[in-house]
């Protein structure tokens, strides 16, 4: 059975879907509307009970989180070079970056990006600003440490977890936060990967 991704524009479903096409993998892509009350109801619940996007479904399961789909596709479609074996001296880094890019960085840039944006469900105190702006300036620093003698953030090379980080500092740049020259440098070179700009194009209109 094919992988299903339902995806929208500038979702979290671009590190998945990103990570497919590097993979080389055909899956099934339908692009759904950030429309946040219909992903707050019963038929969207059916797809994905947590309300978000992405969902995944592959044999008949379907389950969320883009960190999940990605370890997911790497697992059950590799083995693949974006991936890190146990074995391998750089394996607890590649696990640190792919759940840093989300629990120790995105949830910080969404929450600033929608607050900004006057979002009124992402309102957030003065307080809460500062802490996001903070996390965020220490996720530009050590991606400025990782990648000062390299061009990815693994001595291994290009990973699944510059994808997930790629990710993020995407979503930063579209609340135009400011990136340091090193992270804007490393932010140049995922963007020059046809498989990074054909899944932000994906569902555009």
Same mark, same amino acid.
């Given at each position: ?38 992903? *707050? ?26 960190? *999940? ?48 944006a006057g979002m009124p469900e992402y309102a957030i !105190? ?6 996001c702006l903070e996390r965020m300036a220490r996720m530009?620093?050590?991606? *400025? ?9 693994? !001595?291994?090379?290009?990973? *699944? ?36 700009s054909d899944s932000v194009a994906l569902g555009k209109?």
């Amino acid at each position: 059975m094919t992988f299903k991704l339902w995806h929208s524009v500038h979702a979290r479903s671009i590190r998945p879907l990103w990570l497919a096409k590097e993979m080389g993998l055909e899956i099934d892509v339908e692009v759904v509307s950030m429309d946040r009350p219909w992903l *707050a109801g019963e038929e969207w619940a059916e797809v994905n009970p947590a309300g978000k996007v992405p969902a995944a479904e592959h044999e008949g399961v379907r389950f969320g989180e883009s960190g *999940a789909m990605m370890q997911y596709l790497l697992a059950r479609f590799g083995p693949s070079d974006l991936d890190v074996p146990a074995d391998h001296p750089d394996f607890g880094p590649f696990l640190f970056w792919l759940h840093f890019a989300e629990a120790g960085s995105c949830m910080y840039v969404a929450t600033w990006l929608g607050n900004r944006a006057g979002m009124p469900e992402y309102a957030i !105190s003065d307080g809460h600003e500062a802490l996001c702006l903070e996390r965020m300036a220490r996720m530009q620093t050590l991606i *400025a440490r990782a990648t000062a003698d390299r061009p990815w953030l693994l !001595s291994k090379g290009f990973t *699944a977890a510059d994808i997930a980080m790629g990710y993020t500092l995407h979503l930063a740049r579209l609340g135009k936060y400011d990136l340091t020259p090193p992270v804007a440098a490393y932010l140049k070179r995922l963007r020059e990967r046809p498989a990074f700009s054909d899944s932000v194009a994906l569902g555009k209109s």
